[in-house]
């Protein structure tokens, strides 16, 4: 943009109005005839630049503003068109602004000196006391934060890291900071060194101090009234309200803080909320979710994660200091008013009740409770599976992925049977089962990893893992025939189950989010640590396997069909196929019969407690409906109904179709 110094007329128009300047020679505008008029009682100092002043802004409740500078001092700052500056108490100063933006009722807006806003800022997550740090940068994604902060066994992966985020922090380093176009700043008290992405709204805060707020006009971000933030990284999309306290945080995309919410050296990632509470170096992965004042999540991890009142974990013993951290795989629930002691790991899709003070590692035990009975933590394995909480979870999170900007940073799978799952209770299986014939079939309890598992329990967790990995298996096979001809051959039903690629064998594990093989990632990895990729490239890696994701895994099922059914699948027939799908259909169905079965407990005379106040109990029924439904017209139920008859006609459809 050009831009002229003012003539001898305007400098005689501004200093009518009250007006003044360090030196008129470094006044600048870019417009032809300057609105000159809506400048008044401004001081400028240093370099100023500005556009024109011909836009007018529609407030809440229908007041209009000029464009334009009144009562404010400015210190080189550009301004673009149409822009306001208003009442700022003390100075505006080292910032450009871009079109369109207001600022009104500010105290203090500066950068002072050179500035990384934010980037580079290191984060002590899970270790309090340093090991794991993570530099955050306005880019960054879940997995690479993950690669960062847990794969210290490979310490030149990690100074690669280190570097190509030094560099990245050095092009962002500037003494200028930049406003976008269209953004709101109202009613604010001190803001320093921090750059603003379009469209933003910052209203009331009482501090931001070395940070980016990444806004654009797909997914504004709104900072609210009371928050203080010092060396944070602010999203696309996100909300920081009420009173909100961070220090040294990353918040990412589309993610929720409020009602007094205090974190410091955490990250939290896409769709994470936090209300009332507290966190304290926590890796919070995508859906992390706390609503309650008396919950504190301290240096652990976690994803799909609801957090019930009153959750509390513990990182020291008074010994060493704060050096413990803990692990709650994807989707790990905890009931209210629990307390976890780390080191501990819960697997995945597990929920924890009451206090736990042994240090139990679930990992193998999927979808269990973790129940406290007289200081003695008791596993049920694979119970959480016919749970009705479970499968709405799983259904809701889609539909709460909040995330506008067509930019997603982090690659999110929200598959609850995956080979993550599966084989963990494959091996689950036959843990469960060397434990039955060590201790014996008619041992009351068994020990495992500091907890109890009771007799009727370990034979239920086999049962629930059995049907869920057939269904696992089922849905894989029957997708991957889908395109087969009616009456097709043996021959052809071989060629089509042969895999698209030889990526997917092995272990399998969930970064943040994203579930791959594990040797998919280590030949990112090795890529990284040998210079062949940069920063940029590396998310973009991740976001690649992420839609790789169905074709990997049918060669993980592959590889694996023979151990779970007994055949290798080079050798199978029609009638085997219609055989597994007949078992696929019963599987299914049954494990639909639980939930509809664990949907009724809502329904019952128990839960109308507390309906019908007042009445008999024919009006409790009735209170009791009116407000929750009936059970047969519940749209959940409904779903689990509908899921069967449709189940039930995919198998049946296949079998006819091979049948010819």
């Given amino acids: 943009m050009k831009y002229r110094n003012l003539t001898a007329e305007e400098i005689r128009i501004l200093e009518s109005n009250g007006c003044s300047a360090q030196s008129w020679k470094d006044v600048f505008t870019s417009a032809e005839k300057p609105e000159l008029g809506n400048c008044c009682n401004v001081h400028f100092s240093g370099t100023v630049r500005f556009g024109s002043f011909d836009k007018v802004f529609t407030l809440p409740g229908g007041v209009t503003k000029n464009a334009g500078i009144r009562n404010a001092t400015l210190h080189n700052v550009t301004l673009g068109d149409g822009c306001l500056v208003e009442n700022i ?56 934060a993950y690669i960062m902060a847990m794969y210290r066994h490979r310490p030149a992966l990690i100074d690669r890291l280190n570097s190509l985020s030094e560099e ?97 050296d955490s990250l939290f990632f896409s769709n994470c909320q936090g209300e009332n509470g ?44 704060p050096i413990h951290q803990g692990i709650m795989e994807r989707g790990a629930k905890t009931a209210s008013d629990s307390y976890v002691l780390w080191p501990s790991r819960v697997g995945a899709f597990s929920l924890v009740m009451g206090r736990h003070v042994n240090h139990s590692d679930t990992t193998s035990l999927p979808f269990s409770y973790l129940i406290e009975e007289k200081n003695t933590t008791y596993l049920v394995p694979g119970v959480n599976l016919r749970s009705v909480g479970t499968i709405r979870d799983a259904q809701k999170w889609p539909k709460r992925d909040n995330r506008k900007d ?4 982090d690659s999110i799978n929200y598959n609850l049977l995956s080979p993550y799952t599966v084989q963990k209770m494959l091996k689950g299986i036959q843990l469960l089962k060397n434990l039955q014939y060590c201790s014996g079939e008619l041992s009351d309890i068994y020990s495992y990893h500091s907890a109890k598992i009771r007799n009727s329990s370990l034979k239920n967790g086999i049962r629930f893992y059995d049907i869920a990995c057939m269904k696992f298996f089922g849905n894989s096979l ?65 976001r690649e396997m992420h839609a790789n994701y169905y074709t990997y895994e049918w060669t993980w099922v592959y590889e694996h069909f023979e151990s779970f059914f007994g055949i290798k699948p080079s050798e199978l027939t029609r009638a085997d196929v219609i055989s597994f799908v007949e078992r696929w259909k019963e599987a299914v169905i049954g494990l639909d019969r639980m939930l509809y079965e664990d949907a009724k407990k809502e329904f019952s005379l128990a839960a109308m407690t507390g309906f019908g106040a007042d009445g008999t109990k024919v009006e409790k029924e009735q209170d009791f409906e009116h407000v929750r439904g009936d059970f047969d017209t519940n749209s959940f139920v409904k779903a689990v109904l509908k899921h069967i008859e449709d189940k039930r006609a995919l198998g049946d459809e296949l079998i006819s179709r091979l049948k010819g």
Wanted: with cysteine; hydrophobic share 35%; proline share 3%.
């Fill in 478 to 542: 029957i997708t991957r025939l889908a395109s087969l001809p009616k009456g097709a051959s043996d021959e052809q039903i071989r060629k089509t189950l042969v895999p698209d690629t030889p990526v997917g064998n092995g272990y399998w594990v969930d970064i943040s989010g994203l579930i791959a093989p594990k040797s998919e990632v280590e030949g990112l990895l090795d890529r990284i640590e040998s210079g062949k990729l940069g920063l940029e490239a590396f998310g973009d890696a991740f």
């Fill in 278 to 321: 507290e966190a304290c170096a926590i890796f919070a992965g995508p859906f992390t979710v706390t609503h309650h004042k008396s919950t504190l999540l301290i240096a652990g991890m976690f994803s799909f994660m609801n957090a019930g009142s009153g959750s509390n974990q513990s990182n020291h013993m008074y010994k060493l200091g």
């Fill in 168 to 264: 990245y922090v050095s092009k962002h380093t500037s003494s200028t900071g930049r406003i976008g176009k269209n953004v709101h700043i109202r009613n604010s008290r001190y803001i320093n060194g921090v750059n603003i992405g379009d469209c933003a709204v910052i209203s009331g805060v009482n501090r931001l101090r070395n940070g980016t707020v990444v806004s654009n006009e797909d997914a504004p971000v709104c900072i609210g009234h009371g928050v203080i933030a010092d060396d944070f990284i602010i999203c696309s999309g996100s909300k920081v309200e009420d009173n909100t306290t961070l220090t040294r945080c990353f918040v990412g995309q589309s993610c929720i803080l409020g009602h007094g919410y205090s974190a410091s």
């Fill in 406 to 409: 067509p930019v997603k940073l």
């Fill in 89 to 144: 108490s003390n100075y505006l100063a080292n910032y450009e602004i871009g079109d369109g933006s207001y600022i009104e009722n500010a105290d203090l807006v500066l950068t002072d000196g050179t500035c990384s806003f934010g980037n580079g800022v290191k984060v002590s997550v899970l270790n309090e006391t340093g090991g794991r740090e993570v530099p955050i940068y306005q880019e960054m994604s879940a997995q690479v």
